[in-house]
């Protein structure tokens, strides 16, 4: 099983280096790659990126405040993230912190030179390797007996390698609030999409036969899941519809109709960057 690094820039590679020696040491059955030269000089051409992807299970970004907005970096992360699961591609970082980082870099898991940090990540390196994969007991004490290892390597490169001249500034608030909420709004659409497909597999034979479990209902499952609807939008209380209901359709299917329609009628009334302001206990600026 293979590890891409990716990487740019001098502190970059070294830190590479490091956690391809340290990773191999750690969990043998993976093999980490780097690229021999810095990519900024074109050395990962298309075919080569695309040839190490087919047999690449986790990536892992090395980013410094230096190479964070390189667009070869950009690259490599866009290839990972279109060729591994998203779950298994994170950044590393080196000198920045996770409010430095802004997208796409930002969809990604971030990692930090943290003793509990690092051990995740191994974690999730020692998973993909399958039945090859050491227990956790002895993952924990492998990674404990070489973890020193890494502390003393990684502070020798942060001290022998020059800081980007670049300050990486804080990221105006606005930005931050607004990224939250996009985020937030996209991971309930996947939920509530998620769940329409579970919804509409389990319930198939109902919405079909008005049969569950040996039962038959008087209604199908858009006839039900229509009918709780108007009720809610009437102001029928959820328990009320529970107990008139109970011959219409399954029980769990009208919760979970009445969550559904719970939920959107939330997300109808979207909150402005000014209510999450108020949330966080802050005001937006007053000219």
Same mark, same amino acid.
């Given at each position: 099983?293979?590890?891409?690094?990716?990487?740019?820039? /001098?502190?970059?590679?070294?830190?590479?280096?490091?956690?391809?020696?340290?990773?191999?040491?750690?969990?043998?059955?993976?093999?980490?790659?780097?690229?021999?030269? /810095?990519?900024?000089?074109?050395?990962?051409?298309?075919?080569?990126?695309?040839?190490?992807?087919?047999?690449?299970?986790?990536?892992?970004?090395?980013?410094?405040?230096?190479?964070?907005?390189?667009?070869?970096?950009?690259?490599?992360?866009?290839?990972?993230?279109?060729?591994?699961?998203?779950?298994?591609?994170?950044?590393?970082?080196?000198?920045?912190?996770?409010?430095?980082?802004?997208?796409?870099?930002?969809?990604?898991?971030?990692?930090?030179?943290?003793?509990?940090?690092?051990?995740?990540?191994?974690?999730?390196?020692?998973?993909?390797?399958?039945?090859?994969?050491?227990? /956790? /007991?002895?993952?924990?004490?492998?990674?404990?007996?070489?973890?020193?290892?890494?502390?003393?390597?990684?502070?020798?490169?942060?001290?022998?390698?020059?800081?980007?001249?670049?300050?990486?500034?804080?990221?105006?608030?606005?930005?931050?609030?607004?990224?939250?909420?996009?985020?937030?709004?996209?991971?309930?659409?996947?939920?509530?999409?998620?769940?329409?497909?579970?919804?509409?597999?389990?319930?198939?034979?109902?919405?079909?036969?008005?049969?569950?479990?040996?039962?038959?209902?008087?209604?199908?499952?858009?006839?039900?899941?229509?009918?709780?609807?108007?009720?809610?939008?009437?102001?029928?209380?959820?328990?009320?519809?529970?107990?008139?209901?109970?011959?219409?359709?399954?029980?769990?299917?009208?919760?979970?109709?009445?969550?559904?329609?719970?939920?959107?009628?939330?997300?109808?009334?979207?909150?402005?960057?000014?209510?999450?302001?108020?949330?966080?206990?802050?005001?937006?600026?007053?000219?």
């Amino acid at each position: 099983m293979r590890v891409f690094v990716s990487w740019s820039g /001098d502190r970059s590679r070294h830190v590479a280096l490091l956690l391809k020696e340290w990773l191999s040491c750690v969990v043998q059955a993976c093999q980490p790659w780097i690229s021999a030269r /810095d990519i900024e000089r074109g050395a990962l051409w298309f075919s080569e990126i695309s040839e190490q992807l087919r047999e690449t299970s986790v990536g892992i970004i090395c980013l410094t405040a230096e190479n964070k907005d390189k667009p070869w970096i950009l690259f490599e992360a866009g290839a990972l993230a279109k060729g591994v699961h998203s779950a298994r591609v994170c950044t590393f970082l080196i000198d920045l912190e996770t409010s430095d980082i802004g997208d796409p870099l930002a969809q990604f898991n971030h990692t930090k030179p943290t003793h509990d940090d690092l051990y995740l990540l191994v974690k999730t390196v020692n998973s993909s390797v399958g039945q090859q994969g050491l227990s /956790d /007991d002895i993952l924990r004490s492998v990674f404990e007996t070489y973890w020193p290892k890494f502390e003393e390597k990684f502070l020798e490169i942060i001290n022998n390698t020059e800081s980007s001249s670049i300050k990486s500034e804080p990221r105006p608030q606005n930005e931050v609030l607004n990224e939250i909420l996009d985020n937030t709004r996209m991971l309930a659409s996947r939920v509530r999409r998620l769940e329409a497909e579970i919804g509409s597999t389990s319930s198939s034979r109902f919405s079909e036969r008005h049969l569950v479990g040996g039962r038959e209902y008087n209604l199908s499952a858009w006839e039900a899941r229509r009918k709780i609807g108007d009720y809610l939008a009437s102001g029928v209380e959820p328990s009320v519809i529970h107990e008139i209901m109970k011959d219409d359709a399954p029980a769990t299917f009208i919760r979970s109709s009445i969550l559904n329609w719970l939920d959107e009628a939330k997300n109808k009334a979207k909150p402005t960057l000014a209510d999450l302001l108020g949330e966080l206990g802050a005001k937006p600026n007053e000219d």
